[in-house]
């Protein structure tokens, strides 16, 4: 992932819990770095060692952590120069929902080793939601995406509620279904999918 990346997850441990926490993170996850550079493309398990290392400092789960993440990028990517190009991609969330993948293909441009996740919107009939898709080839991630709706929601001034739809595993990566209508849940197979994520990716000792 993109050093942008921990740099909002840095920005958001220390805004949220204080420097000493992120100090504290940084050291268990096994990391030297002082600070991550934007534009340069880190490792995946980096990430994955930082959100290990978060729930056993913040004591909190993974999927917590991840869903506040999700809303905490939404808002910093905009504060950090990126939130007109977001304003390109829409002017509502149904609309910036059906562009997300124009707005990768977009970020792609400055980012050339971005490895984005797809996203696919349905309109449910009866015009009482979106059930979004979301497909990556990176596992464990799927919380962070009910935080994204979130910070969007704020982003847009619109109240949304959502729910967990099905999680299913193709060749292509892992897919998990958002319906964007009901009260939020949370299901085990997601917390199975990030605690198996987690497992893969170790923290260096």
Do not use: C
């Not at 991630?141 to 009910?146: F, G, K, S």
């Not at 001034?157 to 949370?186: F, K, L, M």
């Amino acid at each position: 992932m993109y050093g942008l990346v921990n740099q909002a997850l840095e920005d958001f441990v220390r805004r949220g819990f204080g420097d000493a926490a992120w100090k504290q993170i940084r050291d268990n996850a096994g990391l030297n770095l002082e600070m991550f550079v934007s534009m340069d493309s880190y490792p995946d398990e980096v990430t994955y060692q930082l959100v290990g290392a978060a729930t056993e400092v913040l004591n909190l789960d993974a999927a917590r952590i991840l869903e506040a993440f999700g809303e905490h990028w939404v808002l910093y990517t905009a504060q950090e120069g990126y939130g007109q190009m977001l304003s390109m991609f829409g002017s509502n969330l149904e609309e910036f929902l059906l562009n997300l993948d124009n707005l990768h293909s977009h970020v792609g441009l400055t980012f050339p080793a971005l490895r984005p996740p797809s996203f696919q919107v349905e309109r449910i009939a009866g015009g009482h939601g979106l059930l979004l898709h979301y497909r990556s080839e990176r596992a464990g991630l799927a919380p962070m995406v009910i935080g994204l709706l979130k910070g969007l929601g704020r982003r847009f001034a619109q109240e949304i509620d959502i729910s967990s739809g099905t999680v299913s595993y193709d060749e292509t990566g892992y897919i998990q279904s958002r319906n964007v209508t009901d009260p939020p849940r949370y299901e085990d197979v997601a917390d199975d999918l990030i605690r198996n994520a987690f497992k893969k990716f170790p923290q260096q000792k």
